[in-house]
């Protein structure tokens, strides 16, 4: 019986175990006409297809490195993979976001469906 009862529980923690997101970070630091922030932002993209965007903003580094966020922001919503093209789209208001892959560690976002931005976002272990 208890040998049963073991099997059962292996199986099913390794279905779980096996099930791995994948999240992409990216930090820089905002400089507009008036103020001053830095910004953390994360993409986790579930096997189910869904995502999740966390935007956070920070008065510092400083504040940052104490995780004090001044605004946090979420957004979900659905991703896709065609090629070498990453879709994500939201689910409020349908609006769609590209990422090219780069390689299997980096990310860049697409924006008016051809220009590049210049920040890379990193594939993090978790």
């Given at each position: 019986?208890?040998?049963?009862?073991?099997?059962?529980?292996?199986?099913?923690?390794?279905?779980?175990?096996?099930k791995?997101?994948?999240?992409?970070?990216?930090?820089?630091?905002?400089?507009?006409?008036?103020?001053?922030?830095?910004?953390?932002?994360?993409?986790?993209?579930?096997?189910?297809?869904?995502?999740?965007?966390?935007?956070?903003?920070?008065?510092?580094?400083?504040?940052?490195?104490?995780?004090?966020?001044?605004?946090?922001?979420?957004?979900?919503?659905?991703?896709?993979?065609?090629?070498?093209?990453?879709?994500?789209?939201?689910?409020?208001n349908?609006?769609?976001?590209?990422?090219?892959?780069?390689?299997?560690?980096?990310?860049?976002?697409?924006?008016?469906?051809?220009d590049?931005?210049?920040?890379?976002?990193?594939?993090?272990?978790?």
């Amino acid at each position: 019986m208890k040998k049963i009862v073991f099997v059962l529980f292996s199986a099913i923690s390794s279905l779980y175990a096996q099930k791995k997101d994948i999240v992409y970070r990216i930090a820089f630091d905002s400089n507009p006409v008036v103020g001053y922030s830095y910004n953390v932002n994360l993409l986790m993209l579930d096997e189910d297809h869904h995502y999740v965007f966390i935007e956070q903003k920070y008065i510092s580094k400083k504040m940052a490195r104490k995780n004090i966020p001044f605004i946090t922001l979420k957004e979900k919503g659905n991703w896709s993979i065609n090629k070498d093209t990453l879709k994500i789209v939201n689910e409020e208001n349908k609006m769609e976001s590209r990422f090219i892959i780069v390689d299997d560690k980096r990310i860049v976002f697409v924006f008016n469906n051809e220009d590049k931005s210049g920040y890379y976002w990193k594939k993090i272990d978790y």
